[in-house]
């Protein structure tokens, strides 16, 4: 669990991950946190029923390097946003942050908090060396995120570019 002056964010377990899919607000009521109205985009669906499950479940992997983070504002007590790195760190020390806010909270500095959050735990962990990122050309908002909490443009193609922070 990370704690910031606004939040707090827990890596959800396994049977965390299927109340979160379920979106019946069983997740909220085991947090105990506030009844949300989530709703689980295709893309997101796919990755968690392809990806991010089967990995949170192998005992092999760390499944903090898989699973969704939920971000709780923690004096409203409820969700804010998610995040998740997408596997653990690669042979050289990177490993790749995906994020999301839910639309009611967003333009409020929630997912810039998270995301230091997130990189100051990753700074922590003896085999990360960077965190990556991705966006879409077009996507300023979450391009400013990346900045304010110092990462750099490293790879651009047509349309996503690539960001990157050295946490060593």
Known sequence: ???????????????????????????????????????????????????I??????????YVYSTLWSIIDRNNRERVGDFCF???????????IGYGIDTAFQNRGYITEAIG?????AAAQPAVQFVTAETEKDNLPSMRVLEKCGFSRFEETDTMIGWRLSVR
């Open 53 to 62: 499950l089967p990995s949170v479940a192998d005992p092999s992997k760390d």
């Open 117 to 121: 959050a997130a990189v100051k735990w």
């Open 86 to 96: 997408k596997g653990e760190p690669n042979p050289a020390g990177e490993i790749e």
């Open 1 to 51: 669990m990370l704690e910031t002056e606004r939040l707090v964010i827990i890596p959800l377990n396994y049977n965390q991950m299927l109340k979160y899919i379920q979106a019946d607000n069983s997740l909220e009521q085991e947090l105990g946190i506030k009844a949300s109205a989530r709703e689980i985009v295709p893309e997101l669906k796919e990755a968690l029923e392809q990806s």
